[in-house]
């Protein structure tokens, strides 16, 4: 089995910052693509951004040039930087991993149990 454990999550003003980290652990052979993604109250889940693991990138268009993916592939670990925080970021965020068990498993997707982020005044 493999566990995603967020953390970093809280209440921050408009226009701070927070630092998410999420780490991988268990039955872990490799990984593939990490990201994050958001859940708003009453809105679907949607992507937030990714990270290979050769370190490329994505992101989604609201988030660009505020936020930022990093990765430590010796700790298993993905980073969500989070600037110039606005109202309308407010969400849990869930962290996601592409992972293989073992040198025959197919990648499967693993999901965190998300972290709350509140930008209230």
């Known amino acids: 089995q493999v566990q995603l454990v967020e953390s970093g999550g809280g209440l921050v003003q408009p226009g701070g910052s927070l630092r998410l980290s999420c780490a991988a652990s268990g039955s872990i052979f490799s990984i593939n693509a990490m990201g994050w993604y958001r859940q708003a109250p009453g809105k679907q889940r949607e992507l937030v951004a990714t990270i290979t693991s050769g370190g490329s990138t994505n992101y989604a268009a609201s988030v660009k040039g505020r936020f930022t993916i990093s990765r430590d592939n010796a700790k298993n670990t993905v980073y969500l930087q989070m600037n110039s925080l606005e109202p309308e970021d407010t969400a849990v965020y869930y962290c996601?991993?592409?992972?293989?068990?073992?040198?025959?498993?197919?990648?499967?997707?693993?999901w965190g149990k998300g972290t709350l982020v509140t930008v209230s005044s």
């Open positions: 996601n991993a592409i992972v293989r068990t073992n040198l025959l498993a197919n990648f499967m997707d693993y």
